[in-house]
């Protein structure tokens, strides 16, 4: 029990003198106040009675009551640009409503048809860039929500009837009533995209972890990819824009992973090392033509120990050459030709069964250059960063693994297994690949962003809402922070690294089991109009500033938004309010909120959602007119 003192007579005598004093002193000033107020009204009245208010000696304030105004006069509104300066987009006519800007028809006819560089990102100069909004097609709807989606589209959404007539044999889609069902058939799989990936499971393990991301190459309508995200792989599915209508586009509609993309001069957006398996069912990629040089690009993107599935011509030519209508000696030919090449990247091959043959990419390049004193092709490329991937002209050569010092060691270092790889320290980050970026500030951004996210799903009640969004896109994903924070939402994020970011990060997002590209967000991305449900723009129009109009971006941002999407921007609070007296004047329902951390922020959140506004239903000499009801 504690125990208690009494106080000291002297130290009670020196607390009563203190209070004394205060008291006397609060007294004084209180009686000095009343004084003042009365002097004050008495020469008010004073002044009253002896001075006219309107003489001509008195101030205009003096003459009229004052009266004490506390409402605020300094808004956010107050410090939008002037409407003249602000650029107006009215809506483009309805026949644009697919209009890609970088893969657009009747540009691409400029350019040279040979290995398909015509059909490669041929973008707009500013003389040709549209100003105008992107409409959406009469009668649009929100999309099926995921898994449904999967076998259903919307017809108003894409109206394209040409696949269900081309591929109607091979079950990949067909119409009925209002709507397009996908039963995930296949040229080479007609008995289902599910079926067909249950037998590449037999040959190779796809249920352990070990391969998390995908590429498929001319993907078709992407059934594929579609499929495998069940069994938690991720694919980058592409395929050029060609007389196929609407692959991508469906492909898109329906919640998988795809963009327009072909192999001709130009590397595949994405960097080295980048995917587990990459996949080609009856594609047509001459892979034996140009020495081998695609076969030479998917080398580059696969990583040390990755998988390539090869299914269509020429495989299992001794069973098909005459429905392919070719010959005996064409086909064998081919193959052959392809075996050589596939040997000469010092692939192995493991096993072809039926229709399937499936080659192994080596885990490090220490045989292969010993191999190199014998076969002299191809040759090692020269020294050049294997990750840049954006306009960078593909060389027929082989990129060189990161150097190991024992056979048994994987070049660039070793993946863990999903899920455990979501979390686990990127090998780019441990060997100090990324300047300036340690495993700590992997950890720390981590975190960051399930706060982040967190705090999102506080202000945007629909990303709150698990399923109503499906396809999201982060423009400036730094390392996948964003998409690790939604990986129990059944979402999808397209992480893009912009090629002006300080650091090439975007090999270290899909060490993390995640699928991205790289963009300069001055140009259009290769996708169709309304591609994504939900927009993060994090710091993008800071790290643009003085490069490109904002204007520009956020038309491009509108032309890939679903009618009913929404866009998040972080960014400082000044280009905020830039941002938001253009996008209001775009149909958006915009508002900017503060920093999850508080006001005191400079940093704060626009949110902005997009109006459901399409194309009439009829136009008048060309002229668009819009339907903003449902």
């Not at 048809?113 to 059909?119: A, K």
């Not at 998988?256 to 398996?277: E, I, N, Q």
């Not at 423009?475 to 690790?484: C, E, I, K, Q, Y």
């Not at 491009?556 to 999407?565: C, K, N, Q, S, T």
Request: hydrophobic share 40%; charged share 25%.
């Amino acid at each position: 029990m504690a125990r208690s003192f009494p106080i000291p007579f002297r130290t009670r005598r020196a607390n009563l003198a203190y209070v004394a004093a205060v008291a006397a002193l609060c007294g004084f000033f209180y009686f000095l106040g009343i004084w003042q107020h009365s002097a004050d009204t008495a020469a008010a009245a004073v002044f009253s009675r002896e001075v006219s208010p309107s003489s001509p000696c008195i101030p205009q304030i003096l003459r009229s009551p004052v009266v004490l105004d506390f409402a605020a006069h300094h808004r956010a509104e107050d410090l939008l640009p002037k409407d003249e300066s602000v650029p107006s987009f009215p809506a483009c006519p309805s026949n644009f409503s697919e209009y890609t800007p970088c893969e657009d028809v009747q540009r691409s006819l400029r350019f040279d048809r040979d290995r398909l560089i015509y059909r490669e990102r041929h973008c707009p100069d500013e003389s040709e860039k549209l100003t105008c909004r992107i409409p959406a097609p009469h009668g649009y709807k929100v999309p099926f929500r995921w898994p449904e989606s999967r076998q259903k589209a919307w017809f108003a959404n894409v109206p394209h009837k040409e696949l269900t007539i081309e591929k109607k044999k091979q079950n990949w889609v067909r119409f009925e009533g209002n709507r397009f069902i996908f039963p995930g058939g296949g040229t080479m799989f007609p008995n289902g995209a599910d079926a067909y990936i249950d037998e590449i499971g037999r040959l190779i393990n796809l249920k352990d972890g070990s391969i998390r991301t995908a590429l498929d190459t001319g993907c078709g309508v992407a059934s594929w990819g579609a499929y495998l995200l069940s069994r938690n792989i991720q694919t980058m599915s592409f395929a050029p824009r060609d007389t196929h209508e609407a692959q991508v586009q469906f492909a898109l509609e329906r919640g998988v992973p795809a963009l327009l993309g072909v192999f001709a001069s130009k590397r595949l957006p994405y960097p080295s090392r980048a995917f587990d398996m990459a996949h080609c069912s009856r594609c047509l990629i001459p892979w034996g033509q140009l020495d081998g040089l695609y076969l030479m690009e998917v080398d580059r993107v696969l990583r040390p120990g990755g998988y390539w599935i090869l299914s269509g011509p020429p495989v299992n030519w001794q069973s098909h050459w005459k429905g392919w209508e070719r010959t005996r000696d064409d086909l064998k030919a081919e193959q052959d030709k392809i075996e050589a090449l596939a040997s000469s990247l010092c692939w192995k091959k493991l096993i072809q069964e039926g229709d399937i043959a499936i080659w192994k990419k080596p885990t490090n390049h220490i045989h292969c250059k010993a191999a190199r004193k014998v076969v002299k092709f191809p040759p090692f490329c020269p020294a050049r960063d294997p990750d840049l991937a954006w306009y960078t002209t593909m060389d027929t050569c082989l990129t060189q693994l990161p150097e190991v010092s024992d056979v048994r060691e994987v070049a660039g270092g070793g993946l863990a297994k999903w899920p455990e790889r979501l979390n686990s320290v990127p090998p780019r980050i441990r060997d100090g690949s990324l300047e300036g970026v340690t495993a700590e500030w992997f950890r720390e951004d981590s975190e960051l962003w399930k706060k982040r996210v967190s705090h999102y799903k506080s202000l945007d009640y629909q990303l709150a809402d698990k399923g109503r969004y499906r396809n999201l896109l982060d423009m400036n994903a730094f390392l996948g922070g964003f998409a690790a924070s939604l990986v129990n939402d059944p979402v999808w994020v397209m992480n893009v690294v912009p090629v002006e970011a300080p650091v090439n990060t975007l090999g270290a997002i899909y060490e993390r089991g995640f699928i991205g590209t790289y963009q300069n967000w001055c140009e259009a991305m290769s996708t169709y109009p309304r591609t994504y449900d939900f927009i993060h723009a994090n710091a993008v129009f800071s790290l643009y500033k003085d490069r490109c109009k904002m204007g520009d971006i956020l038309l491009e941002m509108d032309r890939i938004l679903r009618p009913e999407g929404s866009i998040i921007f972080r960014d400082d609070v000044d280009m905020l309010v830039k941002i938001k007296g253009i996008i209001d004047r775009m149909q958006y329902d915009t508002r900017i909120v503060d920093h999850e951390k508080g006001p005191l922020e400079r940093e704060k959140i626009l949110l902005a959602s997009k109006l459901y506004w399409t194309a009439a239903a009829e136009e008048n000499h060309g002229e668009s007119r819009v339907d903003s009801h449902r």
